[in-house]
């Protein structure tokens, strides 16, 4: 398998292990050594496994978790670390995510996820106190 | 230096070329030989170096481009890359961003650039079609 399939295939278990409420996948996927960072939409960074970790049983163990899957993903490849791009697609609407991936023990684990509104969301975006498309 | 402030120097000076307008310098920070992709505020994703160029292009020449700064910034070194997450402090508002960077030449360089808004944008949070806090 090519690293770029690899990649994707770790990239969509973890959107497989969301959509599941599956927490035990989701602690193997997040990596263990170096050093993790969530920015869930609306939060302030998490950074470091414990915090991480915790908010992701919050949201899998809550009843208004929403469902959610991925498509759309990019890979770029950067020898021992690698970037998925990807939208989630949720009922209430897409959201963009940025995954970083590092090599642990021979496989790819996530060690950053960003997720926020996208192009899709126009009037959430139109509301934004930036209020301009410059950046 | 050590990689971490040589990192956060090279965060801090895409953001000094993002205030200054200087796109000759915003042409250098980029990575050359890395696929790089770039997430701005409601855009969809831009992959590949020359969209992503002439998107800053694009930013820099325009009378209405924010005034920026960046602040709370914390490094996460992954060997050849290394993820910066910060805040983005304009007039408007804040946003929050995740910038990969990878050694080229001796160097680091972005890769990927990620920007959209933290919970300090509760108002516009609140109107999200995903209407929520799980995720």
Same mark, same amino acid.
């Given at each position: 398998?090519?690293?770029?399939? @690899?990649? #994707?295939?770790?990239?969509?278990?973890?959107?497989?292990?969301? /959509? *599941?409420?599956?927490?035990? &996948?989701?602690?193997?996927?997040?990596?263990?050594?170096?050093?993790?960072?969530?920015?869930?939409?609306?939060? @302030?960074? #998490?950074?470091?496994?414990?915090?991480?970790?915790?908010?992701? /049983? *919050?949201?899998?163990?809550? &009843?208004?978790?929403?469902?959610?899957?991925?498509?759309?993903?990019?890979?770029?490849?950067?020898?021992?670390? @690698?970037?998925?791009?990807?939208?989630?697609?949720?009922?209430?609407?897409?959201?963009?995510?940025?995954?970083?991936?590092?090599?642990?023990?021979?496989?790819?684990?996530?060690?950053?996820?960003?997720?926020?509104?996208?192009?899709?969301?126009?009037?959430?975006?139109?509301?934004?106190?930036?209020?301009?498309?410059?950046?």
């Amino acid at each position: 398998m090519s690293d770029e399939q @690899a990649v #994707l295939d770790t990239n969509q278990a973890f959107y497989t292990a969301f /959509a *599941a409420r599956d927490m035990a &996948a989701m602690e193997r996927i997040w990596a263990h050594e170096a050093r993790v960072c969530c920015i869930h939409p609306g939060w @302030a960074p #998490l950074i470091g496994r414990a915090p991480v970790i915790e908010s992701w /049983a *919050a949201i899998l163990s809550d &009843a208004g978790a929403p469902e959610i899957s991925c498509g759309d993903s990019n890979a770029i490849l950067l020898g021992q670390s @690698a970037l998925v791009v990807c939208r989630e697609y949720m009922p209430q609407g897409q959201l963009l995510a940025s995954n970083l991936f590092v090599v642990e023990n021979g496989g790819w684990h996530l060690v950053h996820h960003h997720a926020g509104p996208g192009p899709q969301l126009a009037v959430a975006s139109a509301t934004r106190p930036d209020g301009g498309t410059l950046h």
